[in-house]
């Protein structure tokens, strides 16, 4: 069961001059083949790559763990950031949907940030006996994830007692280095490991991902075969992973900065979240390899077919030539539904009678697409049979091949993300940070704010 | 209780050569002055302008009704998509956080989406004799609403019978024209009415918007008397609103393609969802009121801190500089956590512990603002002092004049939307709508798709 790419609509044979001629793919040959070259030659250095075939112990453990845990919890709540919460939300989304917590057991709850009105309900919402914490930094010094660590041990520890707070926590980190690991050991959570050369946008696949997968029942060896699937789809030179990279290339290079993700199925919505951060932090770069200054990256930007037909689409179809967009469809839903003939005689709504909401939904897409190809806009369209394990793990891998790709044909590197680096410093300075002297010192004397420019 | 615009971070002084300069504001001074006389000129045009102040009778309408309905609810979907479900989303969660459906009644869950998978989940939830379903819809034609309503209106019947039913719908769309009216009249539905001339995604303040707040609990006098207090504030030529407006089409003139709203509160992350339709939908035109072919429009994208500084903000600050980011920060969250000093000899970890969550989030909003002024990136603040009816009642509206004056200055009409007709009428093509069969001919003669192009 195989997910597709069709780029029909992305070529100029069918949106004009705004679309990739067979001549602008050729021009890139060099460019191209050096990638793929790349691609092969690091392969080394991308340690994600291994994660569909090396994880069988991994794998053995964690499905212990939760076969172990899973009869005393009842919610799973996962205090991470980024890559630790963008792939664990959309996956279960995905195999779940959006009623999930309403009904299952154990609830998930993934907590991305640090508003203390949300930590404040979560808490309200919490039998703590019965919830397991599962904390996931790779440094342990991620601000946003050790405050809400640091909160969440306090509580339990002073509610539960420090013996019983062991068997409420796991931590997900480095195997070696950093904070968490090391008071992991000293206090004698269970731990996980995320294995080194695995940054957390590319880390869906290892224990990131997989350990909160299996707490809700999601086949996470179903999962990686379905990612080993794709990595031998892109052992062909002409794979989905890099004709997407190789379009967008050239469309961003034509000046279309947005690239948009739109699924038209509830289940894949966060997975435009999860390519947001991909794409976004891996391909958004000031410098090249060689050093140059060159400022690229496309702007990723999160639609949901249908609804947002009433909301972007106007500005899709009519707007400047700036965009990329990307459908993902679903073939066969689980349970469809069949709209009744309530209302034949009515010319607006007779139409609908008989046919079945994933008819509708996917006919909107179909009609969407057809629009925007009309007014010239490029797009294309992955399509998975049907949302399973084994579609999911095929499209997580894609996309991330389709980034490494991507960062080598801009020759950036696309697994760094430098450009964080001074709003932390700058966070530690307002904070007194010890060492950060020198920035505060920095802040106080930048340019005071005017008044006048507060209104 | 005012919310206020800084703007400093969007001039040159601050960000250089990619800021706005007091001569590029001179520069527009014509067309800005045009652009106010158009909104004093215009303003009997703009019935969403009225809301705020001509609503007693309906409030009085909607309290009553809630005040008779609730007793007997549990539960309130709205069926509606577009204008008719972001405006009342992001005011529940600004109001009531993530996790209002967990711990209060009416759970509220607004379905604006035909996935079929959704549907089944949410009716799988539901017990139907508590259950009210508002469905909203201005022209009774909207595919999606109508086609949920057709579903549910059959599966009331049949399970509580045709007089039962009745007390279990509620409808809010135009007084006179469309389906729904003349379905809720023959059924003998409870109606709200959406007033002539305020489009969707101009409703919020109108009864779409006021009816599920009120179920929710939500002070609608206090919102409506904070869009009172913006209204009375954009009396003056300096306000926040035109502020807005111009910094953006200015920025928009220099290349600056994309507007990022940036909320640090997660009760305002959906504020960004009801932006993006009012900024995408309004300003994204083929045409100027001239009938010139401008294809202007800029792209909204919502992020969320603290949570996106792991995911966008690596390509804001080091990508293309082709964004201005607004940022929503709130003074003052209502019950703060204090991190507990548990890692004091952890130099990475030991500054958190003392502060509070809510000094941690605005603390990075002003590093992540300044580490985007260092790298010269627009950026600007709305600061609301507090979450609450007042406060959002502004906010609303103030975004509202915004898009009405940015329009002005493109010269375009922000409250069409032409470009959504092409994929609507492809879909009843696709459909086999009477009266559509020459869509249906050209559909079925377009270019087929080729084999080569789908991988």
């Given at each position: 069961?195989?997910?597709?790419l069709d780029y029909n609509n992305m070529m100029t044979e069918f949106v004009?001059?705004h679309g990739i ?222 004709i997407f990279?190789i379009l967008h290339?050239l469309a ?72 990329v967009i990307c ?46 190809q009309?007014?010239?806009r490029p797009n294309m369209t ?74």
């Open positions: 069961m195989q997910i597709k004009g001059k001629s067979q001549g602008d793919i050729d021009a890139l040959k060099g460019k191209i083949s050096a990638a793929a070259r790349a691609m092969e030659n690091k392969r080394n250095q991308m340690a994600w790559r291994d994660l569909p075939y090396n994880q069988d112990d991994i794998v053995q453990d964690i499905l212990l763990y939760v076969a172990e845990i899973l009869p005393r919890i009842d919610t799973l709540v996962v205090l991470g950031i980024g890559g630790s919460a963008l792939g664990p939300i959309a996956l279960n989304q995905a195999i779940h949907g959006s009623f999930y917590n309403f009904c299952k057991k154990p609830r998930i709850f993934v907590i991305d940030n640090i508003d203390p009105t949300t930590m404040n309900d979560l808490f309200a919402q919490l039998n703590l006996e019965t919830t397991l914490f599962s904390v996931v930094s790779k440094s342990g010094a991620t601000s946003e994830t050790m405050a809400q660590f640091m909160i969440v041990k306090d509580m339990l520890e002073s509610r539960l007692g420090k013996e019983r707070t062991k068997q409420q926590i796991v931590c997900t980190t480095d195997a070696q280095n950093g904070n968490l690991i090391k008071t992991a050991k000293t206090e004698g959570y269970k731990t996980f490991y995320i294995p080194s050369g695995v940054g957390g946008r590319f880390s869906q696949l290892c224990s990131v991902g997989l350990l909160p997968a299996a707490f809700c029942g999601i086949d996470i060896k179903k999962l990686l075969a379905g990612a080993a699937y794709m990595d031998k789809i892109c052992e062909n030179d002409q794979n989905p992973a890099y990279a290339h961003l290079k034509a000046g279309k900065n947005i690239s948009v993700m739109m699924p038209y199925s509830d289940g894949l919505k966060f997975m435009s979240d999860w390519y947001a951060q991909l794409w976004a932090e891996s391909l958004g770069k000031k410098y090249d390899n060689n050093g140059n200054e060159v400022y690229v990256g496309q702007t990723p930007v999160k639609a949901l077919g249908a609804t947002d037909q009433h909301s972007q689409v106007q500005l899709y179809t009519q707007g400047p030539f700036d965009k459908f993902l469809t679903v073939e066969e839903f689980e349970n469809d539904i069949t709209i009744p003939k309530t209302f034949e005689d009515m010319p607006t709504l007779g139409f609908l009678g008989g046919n079945t909401l994933a008819r509708l939904l996917n006919t909107q897409q179909k009609a969407t697409e057809y629009a925007l009309k007014e010239g992955i399509t998975l049979p049907k949302i399973n394990e084994h579609t999911m793990g095929q499209l997580f891998y894609m996309l991330e091949m389709a980034t490494a790709f991507a960062g080598e044909l801009l020759n950036i590197n696309a697994f760094d993300q430098p450009g964080v680096e001074e709003g932390k410093d700058a966070t530690y300075a307002l904070f007194n940070r010890p060492g950060y002297e020198d920035k505060k010192a920095e802040l106080e004397t930048a340019l005071p704010k005017s008044e006048k420019y507060i209104i």
